[in-house]
Every structure is written in C-alpha cells, then in structure tokens.
C-alpha cells in the first residue's frame, strides 16, 4: 500500500493564482515526520519543509504554507500568489520513527504556473 | 561545503555492462541512501547506510549493490546492466545525530540502458 499519496499528477494554474498541492499520508507508527521537496525543472530536489508528529502547528514561509491535521492524516502546501518560478514537481514523504532510516515517497504533483 | 556530488551526471550502458555510481558528501552526516526516479513513480530507495560499515537494502534492491567503507563515500554498484535499470539515480544523505532528519539531495546521474 502506499505510504504517501498525491492524488493531483499535474495541476496548472494562472500566475498569482492560489494552489494547494494535497499529501494524504499512512502510518501506524505515532512519532513520525513529513517533508515537502520540490524539483524545478533543472532536475535537482530541493528540501522545502520538515514537519514532527507531534507539532501540528501550521507553517507559514514567504508565499508558502503547510496544514498538517493527524485528523485526516494530510500534510497540504499552499502557494499564495502562484509565480512562474513555481513552476515545479513538488514530493510529499514521511519518515517513521520505527523504521526511521527509510523515506516513503509519493509519486508527485507536477505544478505548472502559466505566465 | 560542496553538500553532495555524483558523477557522473550521464551515463549509457549496453546491457550486461557493470558500472559504480559515485556518491560523496562532506557534511560528515551518519545517513546517506540511493534512490531511483522513473516517471510517475516518485523516488524508490535501493540501499541505505546509517554509517560506515553498515548498509540495508530498501524497496528497490535488486540488481545493484552497495558499500560504505568511510562516511563521505557511498557508491552504488551495478552488477550486470538490464534496461529497466534504465532511470534518474539520486544520492542523499542526512545527519540523524544531530536530530535533523531531512535528507540533502546530489544531482542525480540519468543513466541510460541499451
């Protein structure tokens, strides 16, 4: 079963559009942690966020922002004012405590900000 | 700090040919892994190292192999080259000593099987 689901493939916005990129994660284990990574284009994975179970406070950096809510077991970003340089596949993964040493990717949303 | 480099960055294989990915880092971190990128399937761990001497495999070990003799070095060997060993190879490494548990991303090597 899949650990991290992303269940967007691809979206496209407007620039300065609004977008919210969907992580639905699973997990047995209570401590745990989650990350954001985004790859532009040039193709290296840029690490964007951390995220403990313990700590559902949301984040807010810039024009990005994380919910987490154990609730529903989601992990969701936010980018406000959407730009061109957005314009990315950004990965959800987590990481359990447990079994610690093994990321969990998921498969991924390709974000397309049209100018 | 160079963070973490591979090389090569390409590669092309004829089938049955062996080859080692280099991976090194030079943030002294305890964790490094190899991971795969084809499309629509995410990131896929090979092996992982939690540090010198120690490695395990991952999702995805089949056909490659693995060594960790000092703390920079981390290369990924393939045995005997099939196509669908066709893919992007990322190198990362974390310091889990320090309780930072994201992993540091090289460049990837897009390695091609004929």
């Known amino acids: 079963a899949q650990k991290v689901t992303q269940a967007q493939t691809e979206i496209s916005v407007v620039e300065k559009e609004d977008v919210t990129l969907d992580c639905v994660y699973e997990?047995?284990?209570?401590?745990?942690?989650l990350f954001w990574y985004k790859q532009p284009p040039s193709g290296e994975l840029v690490f964007l966020i951390r995220?403990?179970?313990?700590?559902?406070q949301n984040e807010i950096s810039g024009r990005y922002s994380w919910n987490f809510q154990k609730s529903t077991s989601s992990f969701n970003f936010t980018i406000t004012a959407s730009q061109v340089v957005d314009s990315a596949v950004y990965f959800c993964?987590?990481?359990?405590?447990?079994?610690?040493?093994?990321?969990?990717f998921g498969t991924g949303t390709s974000l397309t900000v049209i100018p | 700090n160079a963070g973490v480099t591979q090389t090569p960055k390409f590669q092309v294989l004829k089938t049955g040919q062996s080859m080692t990915l280099q991976c090194a880092q030079d943030?002294?971190?305890?964790?490094m892994s190899w991971y795969r990128q084809d499309p629509g399937m995410g990131l896929r761990l090979i092996h992982y190292?939690?540090?010198?001497?120690?490695?395990d495999q991952g999702e995805v070990p089949n056909g490659y192999n693995v060594s960790r003799s000092t703390t920079e070095d981390f290369p990924l060997r393939l045995l005997s080259a099939a196509p669908s060993q066709t893919s992007v190879y990322f190198c990362?490494?974390?310091?889990?000593?320090?309780?930072?548990?994201?992993?540091?991303f090289g460049p990837g090597t897009r390695l091609t099987v004929t």
């Open positions: 190292s939690v540090g010198a001497g120690i490695t």
């Open positions: 990362a490494s974390s310091s889990r000593g320090q309780g930072r548990y994201e992993q540091y």
């Open positions: 943030m002294n971190h305890e964790y």
């Open positions: 995220r403990n179970s313990f700590d559902e």
């Open positions: 997990t047995r284990d209570t401590t745990y942690y």
């Open positions: 993964a987590l990481s359990e405590a447990r079994t610690g040493n093994q990321f969990y």
